[in-house]
């Protein structure tokens, strides 16, 4: 069955290029990013792990912890940062785990409907995770998830964004709309009436008496 919001993210221990690692201890009281991608030294993958390089310094302002899922080995990932790097012109800092026993992507289905456990001679589109998406509370919890084929290169700037959605809305009653970045009105939740909603958040811009605005409350 597939992950689904709010459900407990699944633990694991695996191998990475920063060493073994427990994942809800490692995750800690910081939010996570988990995200797979088909197999390194791959033209798409190179350039969604050098946007992810580049937004190391973004994930850590928002207390997030970036982690990457293949299903190839440490050693290969160790030498296919030489080419992520080169790519990004920064150094790529954050872990990619060994998953060659595709525990970790089963776990978190993250393989197409026709996989199977390849070979040494396997290509990409035989056991290949696509591209997914976790973002995971600090209690461990998925908050959102995307999924994405392996044609098709993910856009990082919208994960940020969605990061800082899922924080702006985490526990408090708001909501963000269509859109929405960081800095624009907020949807104020109906589970506080208009007097309540005022008290907590300021003036109403109310639309529609079912959609009312509110400033961020940076």
């Not at 290509?123 to 392996?150: E, Q």
């Not at 589970?191 to 003036?203: F, I, N, P, R, V």
Request: proline share 7%.
């Amino acid at each position: 069955m597939s992950l689904r919001l709010n459900d407990t993210a699944p633990d694991f221990t695996a191998d990475s290029t920063e060493g073994p690692i427990s994942f809800h201890d490692w995750v800690g009281d910081s939010y996570a990013i988990l995200f797979s991608h088909p197999r390194d030294f791959t033209p798409v993958c190179t350039t969604e792990f050098g946007a992810v390089a580049q937004l190391v310094p973004e994930f850590e302002k928002r207390n997030t912890k970036v982690l990457g899922v293949s299903v190839d080995s440490v050693e290969d990932h160790g030498k296919w940062k030489a080419d992520i790097e080169k790519v990004a012109g920064t150094p790529a800092n954050f872990a990619i785990i060994d998953d060659t026993s595709l525990t970790v992507s089963k776990a978190y289905d993250m393989l197409p409907a026709d996989f199977y456990l390849p070979g040494a001679d396997r290509t990409p589109a035989h056991s290949a995770t696509v591209r997914t998406v976790f973002i995971i509370g600090p209690d461990k919890k998925v908050r959102l998830t995307m999924s994405y084929p392996m044609s098709v290169g993910r856009n990082f700037a919208e994960i940020v964004r969605a990061l800082d959605a899922v924080q702006k809305t985490d526990g408090v009653p708001l909501a963000t709309p269509a859109n929405w970045m960081p800095g624009q009105d907020v949807i104020v939740a109906l589970s506080l009436d208009d007097a309540a909603a005022e008290a907590k958040y300021g003036q109403l811009n109310k639309t529609l008496p079912y959609l009312r605005f509110a400033k961020d409350p940076a």
